[in-house]
C-alpha cells in the first residue's frame, strides 16, 4: 500500500501529521500583530506634541491670530 500523505513545500510538513495548522495558525497571529502595531502607531501622531506646539502649528495654519497666539501662548507659560 502506498504513503497517500503528500510533502507541503510551504510549511515543510506532511499534510496529514497535524502540524500544518500550527505553523498557520503562527503566521496569521504574526500577521495580526504586525496589523495591530502599525494601526497602533499610527494612532499616536501628534500626541507627544507640546502645547506650545500646537499654538505654532495652529498660528502657521491661520486658525488663530498673531494677537490670541501671544495671548494665549502667556497663559501656557503661567501654568
Known amino acids: 500500500m502506498m504513503n497517500s500523505r503528500v510533502v507541503d513545500p510551504l510549511f515543510g510538513g506532511m499534510h496529514g501529521t497535524g502540524m500544518g495548522w500550527v505553523y498557520q495558525l503562527i503566521i496569521l497571529i ?3 500583530l504586525v496589523v495591530y502595531w502599525l494601526v497602533k502607531d499610527s494612532g499616536n501622531k501628534g500626541r507627544n506634541e ?3 506646539d500646537v499654538l505654532k502649528r495652529r498660528l502657521a495654519s491661520g486658525e488663530i491670530t498673531e494677537k490670541e497666539y501671544h495671548r494665549i501662548k502667556k497663559e501656557i507659560q503661567e501654568k
Open 30 to 32: 504574526l500577521f495580526f
Open 50 to 52: 507640546s502645547a506650545l
